[in-house]
């Protein structure tokens, strides 16, 4: 497994004009994980499998403000650019869309915000709809939010990028970072997977039986 944190600060050399932009928005850092999965279990895998998760540590824009206060100037400015830079990070791990087979998202707001704060940032089209696009995909993305201290594991969840329902693309990415988010900030998290999981074998929905409630009868008292 490989990280890599990129400060978003001040330097000699022009910004670019997505670094620009990140700083505009409050972006204190861009964190940048890998691990390539060769074998689990007690077999190796047929053909590696690289994830990858991008996360961007941001300033809470809504921080101290009251459960009334509108979110949406906030996310249409704010969520497009976050976008755009962790799925950027992502296809240059992972060597372009193209090689994408599943995705997912997170976002964690710190202790003095809402968990709403993170939901705006990740569940509406500003994001999600880029994100899908970037990485050519066509599934809606699978997801989850949270608030908590730093250091806090991230639990990606994905699946795939073009057939939600194909189980053997189920799998969870986890990540943390030791000093974010602060009681003020929210991490946004695109992950991305070249494979499946490791070995999979339990089927599918094409493959599955009818099951209803009635198998638990002569098992339940």
Known sequence: MSETITPVAEGTNPASAIEELAREVGVRKV??????????????????VTRAAAAAVIRNPWSGSSVSTDLAPETERIAPVLAKILTDRLTEALGGAGGIEAFGKSAVVGLKGEVEHAAALIHTPYFGNLVREFLEGTSILSFSDDRAEPGTTIAVPMWHK??????SHYQTLTLNLSDAPHPNEIVVVAAASTGSRPHPRIGDRTTDRPVTAQILEGILP
């Not at 964190?31 to 590696?48: Q, Y």
């Not at 073009?162 to 189980?167: F, H």
């Open 31 to 48: 964190f940048v994980m890998t691990e390539e999965i060769l074998r689990d279990g007690s077999g190796t895998l047929a053909a590696s």
């Open 162 to 167: 073009e057939a939600a329902s194909t189980r």
